[in-house]
């Protein structure tokens, strides 16, 4: 069992920056595949970004890429995403997941086995 909380969301402009961390408990956080997802009103989850178990590699969303970027430090059992350039369709309930024995290309939320309660990011034109 590996039980992920996210923090960090929040209110910010266009153009602005966030800083998500999700912090793992329970199982070997280095065993597992991260990724953040995200899910905005009426929408359905989406892929964002995720991270090999030792940080070598990464994947991420083409509406995202260049401005998001995904790292973990293993040491902490923590797992980030930056986020830079915000756009309003970046708005969303942003949340982090753990896939033991996956491939990190794998975009589906159902690959993933534990879920994070989700934090709001809002962002305002």
């Known amino acids: 069992q590996v039980q992920l909380v996210e923090s960090g969301g929040g209110l910010v402009q266009a153009g602005g920056s966030l800083r998500l961390s999700c912090a793992a408990s329970?199982?070997?956080?280095?065993?597992?595949?991260m990724g953040w997802f995200r899910q905005a009103p009426g929408k359905e989850r989406e892929f964002v970004a995720a991270?090999?178990?030792?940080?070598?590699?990464?994947n991420y969303a083409e509406s995202v890429k260049g401005r998001f970027t995904i790292a973990r430090d293993n040491a902490k059992n923590t797992v980030y995403l930056q986020m830079n350039s915000l756009k309003p369709e970046d708005t969303a309930i942003y949340y982090c997941a753990a896939n033991l024995g996956g491939s990190m290309w794998s975009t589906r939320p159902r690959d993933y086995d534990y879920w994070g309660q989700g934090t709001q990011v809002t962002v305002s034109s």
């Open positions: 329970g199982r070997t956080f280095s065993n597992y595949v």
């Open positions: 991270i090999s178990w030792n940080g070598g590699a990464t």
